[in-house]
């Protein structure tokens, strides 16, 4: 089946730091990509839809300048949070339509 | 609005025997589709089963299937056979069409944990 990665899969940063996350569809093109986040025990929640070549499409309530989605290629898109505080922190995951959606492993960041 | 509900926040099965999952959704969308995928401790989602609004049968998948019954939109997942490793989070997905893109996106329920008993 199809591969998506994420990179990195945990990430420890500081308070007021940046953090990019890579997710990558490593067999196939990718023309759109969706970014969730999950808190511990709770679902899925779609933050944004990344279409290649265009600008990111953020769910209601997910802050644009947060969280900056760059889908530069077809085969990757980046999720930055920037200036993250510790109610950033979460398990962010990726996914890649594909003929289905791929979903990416996950990256689970902590904001200290 | 919820769109997917999942009532069992967890369930216990004893191994070897079956056990069922429910969801229910709720589209006017007569174009949709309805995913369950598992997500182990590990946190990656694994794609279980899929069926289309339109699909005439239930779908199955090895030891999974699917109970859709699309007049009470409900679509629970049944596991068959159940084995230790299935132990894991369970969540059922709905994917619709957007309107003027047709593009479209998936809307996951709060999950269902289940625990297999040797």
């Known amino acids: 089946g199809a591969v998506v990665s994420q990179h990195p899969s945990r990430v420890i940063c500081k308070s007021g730091t940046s953090v990019k996350i890579e997710c990558r569809s490593l067999?196939?093109?990718?023309?759109?990509m969706f970014w969730y986040r999950q808190f511990p025990k709770q679902s899925l929640m779609l933050m944004a839809t990344s279409n290649e070549g265009s600008k990111a499409t953020y769910e209601q309530g997910v802050e644009k300048d947060k969280f900056l989605i760059n889908h530069a290629s077809l085969t990757l898109s980046t999720l930055t949070v920037t200036s993250a505080h510790p109610e950033d922190s979460s398990f962010y995951i990726c996914?890649?339509?594909?003929?289905?959606?791929?979903f990416g492993p996950g990256t689970r960041l902590t904001v200290l | 609005a919820q769109k997917i509900t999942q009532t069992q926040p967890g369930m216990f099965v004893q191994e070897k025997e079956a056990v069922t999952l429910d969801c229910t959704y709720d589209?006017?969308?007569?174009?949709?589709?309805l995913f369950w995928y598992k997500q182990p401790s590990s946190g990656e989602m694994i794609f279980l089963i899929y069926?289309?609004?339109?699909?005439?049968q239930n779908a199955t998948e090895g030891r999974y299937s699917l109970n859709f019954q699309k007049a009470r939109k409900s679509a629970n997942l049944v596991i068959s056979a159940s084995q230790l490793g299935d132990s894991a989070m369970y969540f059922c997905a709905m994917r619709e069409v957007l309107p003027n893109t047709g593009g479209f996106k998936t809307i996951f329920g709060a999950g269902t944990r289940l625990f297999v008993k040797a």
């Open positions: 996914s890649a339509r594909g003929s289905k959606e791929f």
């Open positions: 069926q289309g609004s339109y699909d005439q």
């Open positions: 589209t006017s969308d007569p174009s949709y589709g």
């Open positions: 067999d196939f093109q990718a023309t759109t």
